[in-house]
């Protein structure tokens, strides 16, 4: 098992520019989210989803949207990225919620 | 406004030592996680408390959920540099939604 990936590592956008961060996991896992981590502030929960069709926001949503067609992919698109949207970006997985959730390696993101 | 509040957020301290990391938060909630993250990495969970005055052991690491269930604390006896990293404390809001703490860096020196 590859458990939960994440492409790309890193990425460089400049003001305006739209780009799509990919999330996948081999585990059959129905619960997946993305979280992004910025310096003193901790993880702050984006959007999650419960299964493949059905998608829902978290703390901090705007500026992203996602999709789950498949039960092992869930994709962040940023719109326009803006400076603000600087940050470490997680995706994490788990069987039923948020118990027991596993973490991907992380898209460090920098927007110019 | 953090929901849930740690501290310290920082801590260094020499091999040996003993110390305590605190999650507090004016919210009850129905589990509270513990992760540890290194850097360029993800998260790793460490435990999940779910009763109120819950305690769990994991080796040299102990973890206490307070018994309103709005705060923890996880203790570390005789600290080593491989304790080194970023601890963060994370709340179950429901079955579907996680507030994390800021984290606490804790550098162990040998």
């Known amino acids: 098992n590859a458990g939960v990936t994440q492409t790309p590592k890193f990425q460089v956008l400049k003001t305006g520019q739209s780009m799509t961060l990919q999330c996948a996991q081999d585990m059959n896992h129905e619960y997946m989210s993305w979280y992004r981590q910025d310096p003193g502030m901790g993880l702050r929960l984006i959007h999650y989803?419960?299964?493949?069709?059905?998608?829902d926001q978290g703390e901090v949503p705007n500026g992203y949207n996602v999709s789950r067609s498949t039960t092992e992919d869930f994709p962040l698109r940023l719109l326009s990225a803006a400076p603000s949207q600087t940050s470490v970006y997680f995706c994490?997985?788990?069987?039923?919620?948020?118990?027991?959730?596993?973490f991907g390696p992380g898209t460090r993101l920098l927007v110019l | 406004t953090q929901l849930l509040e740690q501290s310290p957020q920082f801590l260094s301290i020499q091999e040996g030592e003993n110390l305590t990391v605190y999650c507090n938060s004016s919210?009850?909630?129905?589990?509270l996680q513990w992760y540890r993250q290194e850097p360029g990495e993800g998260p790793v969970l460490l435990v999940t408390?779910?009763?109120?005055?819950e305690v769990k052991k994991l080796k040299r690491l102990t973890f206490q959920f307070g018994d309103a269930r709005k705060d923890s604390s996880l203790h570390i006896t005789a600290a080593q540099p491989g304790d080194t990293g970023l601890y963060l404390c994370?709340?179950?809001?429901?079955?579907?939604?996680?507030?994390f703490g800021q984290g606490t860096r804790l550098t162990i020196n040998p």
């Open positions: 919210s009850v909630f129905s589990s």
């Open positions: 994490a997985s788990s069987y039923g919620g948020v118990e027991t959730q596993y």
């Open positions: 989803s419960v299964g493949a069709g059905i998608t």
């Open positions: 408390v779910v009763t109120g005055g």
């Open positions: 994370a709340g179950a809001r429901g079955a579907q939604k996680l507030v």
